[in-house]
């Protein structure tokens, strides 16, 4: 999965300093004037978003950002997306007409930036199956011991050491400071590293990304140029310009929430996303501000990601940190049974991160493979409606 470089301009306001609300709800019109009731496909489109993001936003809070959350966010987006990839297919030959033909390459240059998230992604996938390994570690040195010795606890307790550097670790690696010191620091590039040597064998030193990659940059990026549709291109193009303009603002939402929920460099969660002048708006829009109210609550800021199992592993981490710096040998009943709850509460997120991120990169790649055939397809049908011409 090659990756793409964004330089940013000095003069870029923030990804989504643009508030479309403050636009004139005259440029605004529905699929129904915009075409008449000829192009049941774009109507169709429009139904479809609207259906599958108010599912996913029906999530009750204690599942908003868990792995089988983002799960089912990328299944819309792949429904939706195949929905899409069909009508710039029947559409084709009109796609390189003016205003349309600047439109749809706008989308895909978005779509190329999209790459990049997605590879981004995969690799804070891959962070956390190094966390998973030292939460392995400290199972198999304190579960199903019928009396905890002093040997095994220093075996999880270092465990529980290189887990916490870690992460903290990648904390710094996705705040706001320059994003070339993120990557000496926390990945192990600069000789005089003062991590442990177990540290430097326990991080990933390869990333599909640059080392200067800013998701908060890329964001930025994919969200440039996207504004409402205009009345007079809405009817010169039939309605499809809102199709694309759907398309994109999904896109750039979907690549958000990702960047939101799983560690990556230069994560950032600016504000003033959002727009309710269609029906899939709404849904979107709500989860927006969940996920944002999220990222403020005290417990939720400064951290790598806001998943509910990275949440889950460091306040499971925290506590059993506190207990093992208080106890002596042999333990004592009580302390032992506490010492197994905690135990316990590890063994429960261990499974469901094991059961859960194999099928989520497995998705994130439909999605890199989607994004890049429906790109392809699309050029190639403008490229044919052209030679005809």
């Known amino acids: 999965m090659p990756s793409t470089d964004y330089q940013e301009s000095a003069s870029s306001p923030s990804p989504f300093s643009f508030s479309i609300l403050s636009r004139r709800r005259d440029q605004v019109h529905s699929m129904e004037e915009s075409n008449g009731g000829h192009d049941s496909d774009l109507e169709a489109f429009q139904r479809t978003v609207a259906e599958r993001f108010q599912d996913v936003a029906a999530a009750p809070s204690d599942e908003l950002l868990s792995i089988p959350w983002i799960r089912k966010l990328l299944d819309a987006f792949l429904s939706v997306q195949e929905e899409f990839r069909v009508i710039v297919f029947n559409h084709r030959g009109t796609l390189a007409n003016p205003p349309m033909d600047k439109h749809i390459t706008d989308f895909f240059e978005r779509s190329v930036k999209a790459l990049d998230v997605c590879n981004a992604i995969r690799d804070g996938i891959e962070q956390i199956r190094h966390w998973q390994k030292q939460l392995e570690i400290v199972l198999c040195a304190l579960d199903n011991q019928r009396s905890i010795g002093e040997g095994q606890f220093r075996r999880a307790k270092k465990a529980l050491i290189d887990l916490t550097i870690a992460m903290l670790d990648d904390r710094d690696s996705s705040s706001n400071a320059p994003v ?210």
């Not at 003033?272 to 979107?284: E, G, K, L, M, S």
């Not at 829009?285 to 609550?297: G, M, V």
């Not at 859960?356 to 994130?364: A, N, T, W």
């Open 180 to 389: 070339s010191s993120h990557r000496n620091r926390s990945f192990g590039r600069q000789s005089n590293s003062t991590q442990p040597r177990s540290m430097a064998n326990f991080r990933s030193l390869s990333w599909s990304v640059s080392r200067t990659w800013s998701a908060s940059r890329q964001l930025q990026a994919i969200s440039s140029n996207l504004a409402l549709p205009r009345g007079n291109e809405t009817s010169a193009t039939n309605g499809l310009n809102v199709g694309v303009y759907t398309m994109s603002y999904v896109l750039l939402f979907v690549m958000w929430a990702l960047v939101a929920a799983i560690p990556c460099q230069d994560r950032g969660l600016p504000a003033h996303f959002f727009t309710r002048q269609f029906a899939w708006a709404a849904p979107i829009a709500s989860l927006y501000e969940r996920i944002t109210e999220e990222s403020k609550r005290r417990d939720r800021r400064n951290t790598c990601g806001l998943m509910k199992e990275i949440h889950e592993i460091e306040k499971c981490v925290r506590l059993m940190n506190e207990l093992t710096d208080c106890v002596g040998f042999p333990l004592t009943e009580e302390r032992e049974n506490q010492v197994k709850q905690r135990v316990e509460e590890i063994g429960k997120i261990y499974e469901a991160i094991k059961e859960g991120l194999d099928p989520l990169e497995r998705l994130v790649r439909e999605v890199f493979r989607r994004i890049v055939r429906s790109r392809t397809e699309g050029l190639d049908s403008i490229a044919r409606a052209n030679a005809r011409e």
